[in-house]
C-alpha cells in the first residue's frame, strides 16, 4: 500500500499546478460571458447533467483533467446547442498548460470542441479533408485521415484512441492522442498571449462569423447577410462532391435571380450526380430540389413529425421527412441523411445524403 503511495508521489505537483491554471481558466470564462445571456434553468439543469456524466465516463477513462475541467466549466464546453469534445490526455495537457498563459490554454480548449454532435460513427463517414467548425470562434480543424473499414479517423492528425467515451443527447466526447494544435509552445502564442490555431486554406475560407454572400454582388454590407455560392461550391469540390458541385454551379445564374435575398440555406449533397448531363431546366430543376431556402440541423429534421413537408427552392416542389426514432434513421423522401452536418456555419448547413434525390420524379418527367 506504502509503495503504491509513493509510486504516485509525481502526480502531486501536476494536479497542484493544473488545478491553479484550471482555477484561472474558470475565473477567466465567467469574467468574459456574455451578460445579457440567461439560460433558462432547464436549460442549466440539462448542461449540468451532461457535464456531470461526461466528467465520470472522461475520469473512468483517465481523462481526469479533462473530466475536472468540464465540471468546474461546464459553460466554456457546452456554449453551443450541439458539442464534441476531443479530450487531451494528462500528460499531454499537463505539458501544455505549463507552458501556455491562461488566455491561450482557454483559446486552445474552446478550439479542442467542434460546434457539432459528431459521434465516431458520423464522423467515419464524412470525406478526408472534411472541415469542422470549433468554439473558438472562425477556427476549423480537419478531417486528415479517415478509414471506416477499420474505423480510424484522425482530427488534424491526432488520432481518436478513446471513441464515443460518452455519448448523451447532442454531445459527445472522444478520446485523441496528443492535442489538434502544435505542440511546439512558441509557435501557439502570439504577442498578446492569444492562442494560434494552425491554418489550413480549405478551412478558413469558410468563415462562419460573417455569414455567406452572393457571388455576384460586391457591396460589403451584403456580403455580410447573404449566401456566398462560392464558397460553398469550393466546399463540395474538395470534400468529395464534384459531381454536385458542378451540377449547382451551372444553375446559380437562374437561383440567384429566383432568390436575390436568399439568406440561409439547407442543402442535401450527394456524392454520385449523374444527372448533371440532363437538359438545362431538369438540371435546374433536381439541383434546386437539394436545397431548402432555411437552415435545419439534424436534429432539428430528427424532431420534425413524420412525413413533415419541406420547402425547396424548386416552386412547388417539397421534400419529405421519414425517420426511425429506435434506429436513428433519417431520411429526406427515402434519401438516408449518411453524413449530417458535413458544413455548419450560422447561414448554411450541409448534410450528406446516400445518393441523388428526384430521380424517379425527372426519370417521369423525361419520358
Known sequence: MANSSCSHWWHA??????SIALAVIAISTVIHEDPNSTPSSSLQSIKKDLSLNASKALRSQGFNVMATLLQITPELFLSSPESTIFAIQDSTISNLSAHLPPLAMKQLLQYQVSASNLPIQALLKKPQGSCLTTL????????????EEKGVIEINNALITHPDMFLGGPFSVHGILGSLSSLNFHDVVDKDSNFIAPSDPNCENFNDTGGFSSPSNNNTEANNQLVQWPKIIQFLNTN???PFAIGLQSVLDGIFRDYPDLRSVTIFAPPFFSLVSLPSPLLDRVVRLHILAQRYASMELAFLPENSSLETLQDGENLEI???NSSGF????????????LFVSKDVIIHGISRALGAEKISGTSR
Open 240 to 242: 468529395g462532391f464534384l
Open 330 to 341: 433519417l431520411a429526406i423522401d427515402g434519401v438516408e441523411i449518411t453524413a449530417p452536418e
Open 13 to 18: 505537483p501536476f494536479y497542484i499546478a493544473t
Open 322 to 324: 421519414h425517420k426511425s
Open 136 to 147: 473558438l470562434r472562425g477556427k476549423y480543424v480537419k478531417i486528415t485521415k479517415v478509414d
